[in-house]
């Protein structure tokens, strides 16, 4: 289970194990039962999962970013036909949980 940090700055920093992460971009509800993946095709860093090919792909309800690897560029965002994908500091309040989901996913 993840725990957030009290680490002052910017973004939010989850903690897997004794790893910091920052978060920079979220996949947000909208994405649920969407999985379009033209995020997929847009992120320069090929962080963006499962894709098409996975075999994780058809259970997973949602895309999830991998913090570690995205590079904050933003080019994900415009391509999402459903605006899921949120900048950590435009993400609705209402979809904060979505923060440590999409963490999560990667630290399986
Ligand atoms: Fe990929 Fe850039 Fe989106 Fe990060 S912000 S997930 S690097 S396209």
Redesign the pocket.
């Known amino acids: 289970m993840a725990r957030r940090s009290g680490f002052p700055g910017r973004r939010a920093v989850w903690y897997f194990g004794s790893f910091p992460t920052y978060m920079?971009?979220v996949i947000a509800e909208p994405c649920i039962g969407t999985k379009d993946s033209a995020?997929v095709d847009?992120?320069?860093?090929d962080?963006?999962h499962p894709k098409k090919d996975d075999a994780r792909f058809a259970e997973a309800e949602m895309l999830y970013?991998d913090p570690v690897e995205?590079?904050?560029?933003?080019?994900?965002v415009p391509v999402c036909p459903v605006s899921a994908i949120f900048a950590l500091d435009d993400l609705p309040e209402k979809w904060a949980g979505f923060t440590e989901k999409n963490a999560a996913f990667f630290a399986r």
């Open positions: 920079a971009y995020c847009a992120c320069p860093v962080c963006i970013i995205c590079i904050d560029c933003g080019a994900c």
